[in-house]
Structures are given as C-alpha cells and as structure tokens.
C-alpha cells in the first residue's frame, strides 16, 4: 500500500475537544429527545441518526481514522452507518 | 492515530497493529449480531421489553455513557502526548482515563444490585437475559480494555515508544475507542428507544 504524506492538521488537539464536548452533547440529547420528538418513528430515526454521528467523531477523531487509508475509515464508518440502519428497519418495519 | 514522521509529516497509514484492527472487527460482529437480536426480539415481545426498560436507569446509562467518552477522550489525548515522545505524559493521561474508566464500572454494578434487590435477573425473562448477557460481555471488554490500557501505560512511562515505534499503544489506545464506540449503540438502543 502507497503511503501518503500530508500535513499535520492545526489543532488536532483542539479538534479532540471539540470532539469530546460534541458527543457528550449528542448523548444529552439523545436521552431528552422523547420530551421534543412525539413521533415513535421520527423519534428512533433521530435516536440511531445521532449514534451515526457520534459514531463517526470516535472513528475520524479519536480513532484517527480520518488519516488512514480510505478503505480502512469507510469500512469502519460503514460500521456506523448500517448497524443503525439495520435496527432502524427492524423498529419501523 | 497517524504515524508522525521527523519532518512533521503524517504517513496516511492504518494506526495500530493490522492483527488488532481484525480483532477490532471481530468484536464489533459479534455485538452488531448481539444489538440486532435484542432489536428483533423486543419487536417480537414489545410489551415485555417495554416494562424492562422501566426498570432501567437512564440517567445510569448516561453518566456511564459520559464517562466513557470522557474515558475515551483522554486516551486521545494519551496518544498526542505520544507522538510529542512526551510517554510519562500519555501514562499519565491513561490513568486519568482508567480513573473515570471506574466510574463506568462502579454505576454497572450498582445497576446490577439494584435488578438484584427487585428480584430481577437474567433467567427473569427474555429481555433481561439479553440486558444481563450485553451489558456483561460489554462490561469484560471494558475490563480488558483496562488491562491493555494499563500495560501501554507502563511502557510509555519508560519511554519504550517513540514516534517511530509506537505500533502497541495505537492498537491498545484503539482496543479502548472500540469499548466506547459499541457502548454509545448500546446505550440508546437499551436504555432511550
């Protein structure tokens, strides 16, 4: 596998942070989301849409993901993006 | 995590060990086949699991859900330290990150013993079997996970990585993000839907 050089981003331990700070917001709002969303399908949509996103700040950020090669970061992001899928078509269907 | 070259260049290479990130995979099979069940059978038994999910503690399994991001984050922060060769620095941070990693650990089994005190286990019935069985495998990853996090921390506080060797506290600070990741599908899917 070719290897490729790029730059170092700025503040990457700032991103970190903001990462953080991001999905402990996330995880607040999954919870209170029932008190805003009334609909039971727009409420689990919501719900799994929101464990996609943090998801994918754990693999890009944390994970570091975001500097490995492409097929490596979409084979885990997909992760993210069926799993939820996968059980937002079993609670909807 | 990237491979931080002496120019101050990152190679876009896989982080980690290539026998790590397969290990990686695997785990995360066996719990997406584990969060698909428990989708499926509450779909079957949506008044049973609906009445179990009454006895759970939501703000537990938020306060469980914060400290392992909270836990996850100073791992990352572990490894910037890494990469600045800075290893007392990262041991450090891990012991920060396995101090609120407790926190997790000591809200699961107050979780537990209160099921116990009601009366309520994993023979109980089918969704507390799962509840039971998930949340327990998740609970040894989360102790393993400890147990890695504490062997890179003692060879990072004796300066045994270095930028161009630092393959084992990737894979190890990577094992850790894995716990987090699979906790944050288990949290809603348990405790918020």
């Known amino acids: 596998m070719s290897k490729e050089t790029i730059q170092i981003p700025q503040g990457s331990i700032k991103r970190t942070v903001i990462s953080w700070l991001l999905l402990i917001a996330l995880s607040v709002m999954s919870i209170y989301m029932g008190l805003f969303i009334q609909n039971k399908s727009l409420f689990i949509i919501s719900v799994l849409f929101i464990v996609f996103l943090k998801g994918q700040q754990i693999i890009d950020i944390f994970m570091e993901l975001y500097h490995a090669p492409k097929k490596w970061r979409l084979l885990f992001l997909s992760y993210v993006v069926l799993l939820p899928l996968i059980i937002c078509l079993v609670y909807l269907f | ?193």
């Open chain 2, 1 to 193: 995590m990237s491979t931080l070259t002496s120019n101050g260049l990152i190679e876009k290479k896989l982080p980690g060990d290539l026998a790590m990130w397969f290990f990686i995979l695997a785990e995360l099979t066996v719990f997406a086949i584990f969060f698909i069940g428990f989708a499926v059978t509450e779909q079957l038994n949506p008044e049973m699991f609906r009445e179990g999910k009454n006895q759970l503690h939501p703000t537990a399994g938020l306060l469980n859900t914060i400290a392992l991001i909270t836990s996850s984050f100073f791992v990352a922060l572990s490894l910037h330290a890494m990469h600045a060769n800075k290893g007392k620095k990262a041991a450090i941070l891990i012991g920060i990150a396995q101090v609120v990693a407790v926190i997790y650990i000591v809200i699961k089994l107050w979780e537990y013993s209160s099921l116990f005190e009601l009366g309520l286990d994993i023979e109980t019935n089918s969704f507390f079997t799962l509840y039971f069985m998930i949340t327990f495998f998740h609970l040894m990853h989360v102790l393993l996970g400890m147990v890695i996090l504490t062997y890179i921390a003692i060879r990072a506080s004796k300066n045994e990585y270095n930028v161009d060797n630092i393959s084992g506290f990737e894979a190890g600070a990577s094992y850790w993000h894995m716990v987090d990741m699979l906790w944050i599908i288990l949290f809603p899917l348990i405790y918020v839907i």
